[in-house]
């Protein structure tokens, strides 16, 4: 079946502008979770949402940084105002539950964003 | 507080021997751990799980990982390396209370080269 789908694949905006990226769970997964690489960083959580609520926001890096979820099903993450350190792979994830479930995350290829 | 440590940035082995990646984890209750794989600009590819019962896990590709909770280790293996397993291998811990609501806890991912 359809994995973890996001998108753009790649972005490059100038800094100061405002970016959206998109995040399409696996059908039925009722968790999702946004993460973000960068060079010499490793993986960084940012936020996890169980349904359309985010039970867990203490990841993101500063106000500049939102997320919503709606249905249940798709994931916007928005930066404003970008910065260049900004600039990393951003990662979703889903599971069909959260919380102390044991069930894998299954990831999406992520957007790699490039701040210029 | 839970942590994950990979202690080497980089392996390098043979084709044909025998693989080790190193991981040790920190949580305050049971852990549940998790290996991932990536590749160059994809996601992170879900190889195997420790949640409980036997120490020996076996996973996707012909990995394994031994549990061993007096050293807090959660090492991957393979008996026989290819080429094909050069990646970068990432740990994961989750305490299996489920006070984290959900999120993984990364390690800071090993870079596997198998040359022929």
């Known amino acids: 079946g359809a994995g973890v789908s996001q998108s753009p694949s790649n972005k490059v905006t100038e800094k100061g502008k405002d970016v959206e990226l998109r995040c399409d769970p696996i059908s039925g997964h009722t968790a999702l979770y946004w993460y973000r690489q960068s060079l010499g960083q490793g993986l960084e959580f940012l936020i996890y949402?169980?349904?359309?609520?985010?039970?867990?926001k203490s990841g993101l890096p500063s106000d500049r940084f939102s997320a919503e979820r709606t249905g249940g099903s798709v994931s916007t993450l928005t930066i404003q105002r970008t910065q260049q350190e900004d600039s990393a792979v951003y990662l979703c994830?889903?599971?069909?539950?959260?919380?102390?479930?044991?069930?894998?995350?299954?990831f999406g290829d992520g957007t790699r964003l490039s701040i210029l | 507080a839970q942590s994950v440590a990979q202690p080497e940035d980089q392996v390098n082995v043979a084709e044909g021997n025998p693989l080790t990646v190193k991981c040790t984890y920190s949580v305050s209750g049971n852990p549940y751990l998790f290996w991932y794989v990536q590749y160059p600009n994809r996601g992170l590819q879900f190889l195997l799980k420790?949640?409980?019962?036997?120490?020996l896990v076996k996973g996707s590709y012909g990995f394994e990982a031994e549990f061993n909770k007096s050293q807090t280790s959660f090492h991957l293996k393979k008996p026989s390396a290819l080429v094909s397993d050069s990646a970068l291998y990432f740990c994961?811990?989750?305490?299996?209370?489920?006070?984290?609501?959900?999120?993984?806890?990364f390690g800071r991912g090993t870079q596997l080269t198998v040359w022929p």
């Open positions: 420790y949640i409980t019962g036997d120490n």
């Open positions: 994830a889903s599971s069909p539950r959260g919380g102390g479930g044991n069930q894998p995350q299954h």
């Open positions: 949402f169980q349904g359309n609520s985010a039970p867990d």
């Open positions: 994961a811990v989750r305490d299996a209370r489920g006070s984290t609501l959900g999120r993984l806890y």
